[in-house]
């Protein structure tokens, strides 16, 4: 997704959490800055938040998953009925997996592997490692947050102010996850094939496809405009609006959150496995999208572009890809965020 993509789910996953009325504290904390999901949801792909030379490479958070042929092949097959099982029934992925015919009980029991050549590009330890902290620095946290915490974190007295979590921080560490939950649900970041490298069609062709429907509303220079950022105190006096926005645009995917209360982790999952069950459904998907026997994982020249196999014929298989990636982009954003602050705050 592109930046404006992240923002949106950002900013929706605040508007879930607002319908639900369950979570009023941690929405007190991210609503008013919902304009600063532009940034902070955006971050791990700024080239310029990661300075030291080849440091700078953006696609450091993939989970890139091709067959594996190690000695280890039973720990890598993950059946069908399984993995079904591990994202749970409020996934729309899952749903769209358990109508599939086309991955068939020998693909399913087939071992495949996440390739990550390189440490922190791997996508659930991303999140993961992310999620820790954030429970950490909330329990930091300055007056405003402290308030919304129950419990007395007795060392905090010794605490220089300036040290302490501000909300704004806090806020801007939520949106950085939703990125990672987010390029989780994506296809073409769990598939290990070339093509599905960002510069060989299909991926930047579905993004450019999201942006499209999404709007240029939630560009960064249209949430933080130079006359707001010049007037700090303005922030938020219109994040109601600014939920309404986002609420709209679930028409252009044809979303309807059914939920009355977003759903917890599933029992005996932590943010790791949600995330790599994720990225392991996206891989099935990718799978679908490109079909394996025709785009083989072994084939270094094959490629699927965009109009050949989700923009053609009457584009059934490109409305259901745009539905559940975007609505489980935002539910499980939101349902990790209620996690990490239901940690600190009720557990």
Aim: aromatic letters at 8%.
């Amino acid at each position: 997704m592109n930046q404006r993509t992240h923002s949106w789910i950002a900013i929706r996953a605040i508007a879930l959490l607002a319908d639900e009325g369950e979570e009023e504290d941690l929405v007190t904390l991210l609503k008013p800055l919902a304009r600063e999901a532009s940034v902070g949801a955006w971050i791990p792909d700024q080239a310029d938040a990661k300075r030291g030379g080849a440091g700078a490479a953006t696609e450091n958070h993939i989970f890139k998953i091709e067959p594996y042929t190690g000695q280890q092949r039973e720990r890598f097959i993950t059946r069908k009925d399984e993995l079904l099982g591990r994202l749970g029934a409020h996934s729309m992925t899952a749903r769209f997996l358990q109508d599939d015919n086309s991955l068939d009980s020998g693909w399913w029991a087939t071992p495949y592997r996440g390739d990550v050549p390189k440490p922190g590009k791997h996508l659930p330890n991303r999140a993961m490692a992310l999620s820790t902290m954030m429970k950490d620095l909330l329990l930091m946290g300055n007056k405003t947050i402290d308030h919304l915490i129950p419990g007395d974190i007795r060392f905090a007295q010794y605490m220089i102010p300036e040290t302490r979590t501000q909300e704004e921080a806090a806020a801007m560490y939520f949106f950085m996850l939703s990125h990672f939950v987010a390029d989780a649900c994506m296809p073409c970041h769990c598939d290990g094939r070339k093509l599905s490298l960002y510069d060989e069609g299909l991926h930047k062709e579905m993004e450019k496809h999201w942006s499209r429907k999404v709007g240029t509303g939630f560009e960064k220079k249209k949430l933080l405009p130079e006359d707001l950022l010049a007037d700090w105190e303005r922030i938020g006096d219109d994040s109601d609006e600014i939920l309404q926005q986002a609420r709209n645009v679930d028409g252009k995917f044809d979303l309807h959150f059914e939920q009355t209360r977003v759903p917890d982790l599933n029992p005996g999952q932590d943010v790791w496995l949600a995330v790599l069950n994720q990225c392991r459904a996206s891989f099935a998907v990718a799978s679908i999208i490109a079909p394996y026997r025709q785009y083989p994982y072994d084939d270094p020249d094959a490629r699927a572009p965009f109009d050949t196999v989700l923009d053609t014929g009457d584009k059934k298989l490109l409305k259901d890809v745009n539905r559940f990636v975007m609505y489980d982009a935002v539910l499980n954003t939101a349902i990790i965020w209620k996690h990490i602050w239901n940690k600190v705050s009720k557990e």
